[in-house]
């Protein structure tokens, strides 16, 4: 079974930074891809970021593009969100998930 934890959510000020953090643990983490989703209230999740396995391409949603940026530490089993010039808009549950597991969840809210 794979368990992963997110961490690093919180309050920012409009453009403002934060980095996630996605520690995974469990079997063949290396034969998957991996995504950032995030919901905010009322809405549905979305993809964020997503890495793939094969050769760690990596893919962002429009609205994030040129702010966002996946990437991966292999050693650390960990995988990060380094969130840039951050809009109110942004505010939602950030999960990360790969195969069909998900993470809990952590805040990010984006207010001034």
């Known amino acids: 079974q794979v368990q992963l934890v997110e961490s690093g959510g919180g309050l920012v000020q409009p453009g403002g930074s934060l980095r996630l953090s996605c520690v995974l643990s469990g079997p063949n983490l290396r034969s998957y891809g991996i995504g950032w989703f995030r919901q905010a209230p009322g809405k549905e999740r979305e993809g964020v970021a997503c890495m793939t396995h094969s050769d760690d391409s990596t893919y962002y949603a429009d609205s994030v593009k040129g702010r966002f940026t996946i990437s991966r530490d292999n050693a650390k089993s960990t995988v990060y969100l380094q969130m840039n010039g951050l809009k109110p808009e942004d505010t939602a549950v950030y999960y990360c998930?790969?195969?069909?597991?998900w993470g809990q969840g952590t805040q990010v809210t984006v207010s001034s």
């Open positions: 998930h790969t195969q069909i597991y």
